[in-house]
């Protein structure tokens, strides 16, 4: 199966001058663990993902103030879409991380997580015996 398969084609893109409370509203309101970050004129494509908002709100940071620029991952690994998923799991176990954008044409066109990975290996769940 590749990552065209099983990412997610609904991309959350914000910009660096969000703030981290907007960027979590966001994400809730679209139920993601992340969002792509947009900077034509700095960074390019980087990615703001939970847990750069929780570290930050866990050192005391204002989330009104804080900036997702500030918190942005900007050293990204990127998948394609023909990408098989045991090679985007591979990149995310060895990078430490649980998303990836997906590029095509230097677009992002997607995310695929480790969720999203996991839901195409799992075997669908079998009714329990009555």
């Known amino acids: 199966m590749l990552v065209r398969d099983a990412m997610s084609t609904v991309v959350l893109t914000i910009g660096p001058a969000h703030t981290l409370r907007k960027s979590s ?4 309101a679209r139920r993601v663990g992340a969002a792509v970050v947009l900077d034509p ?3 390019g494509i980087g990615i703001l993902t939970e847990r750069d908002i929780l570290n930050s709100i866990g050192l005391g940071q204002n989330p ?3 900036r997702a620029h500030a918190h942005t991952t900007t050293d990204v690994v990127f998948a ?4 098989t ?9 060895h990078g430490g991380f649980r998303h990836l954008i997906v590029l095509d ?4 066109v997607g995310i695929v997580s480790v969720r999203d990975i996991i839901r195409c290996w799992a075997p669908l769940r079998q009714p329990a015996p009555a």
Do not use: N, Q
């Open 25 to 28: 509203a966001l994400m809730a």
């Open 41 to 43: 004129d700095g960074i």
């Open 64 to 66: 009104d103030t804080e």
């Open 105 to 108: 044409h230097g677009e992002p």
């Open 85 to 93: 998923l045991e090679e985007a799991a591979r990149a995310m176990s």
């Open 80 to 83: 394609a879409p023909t990408w």
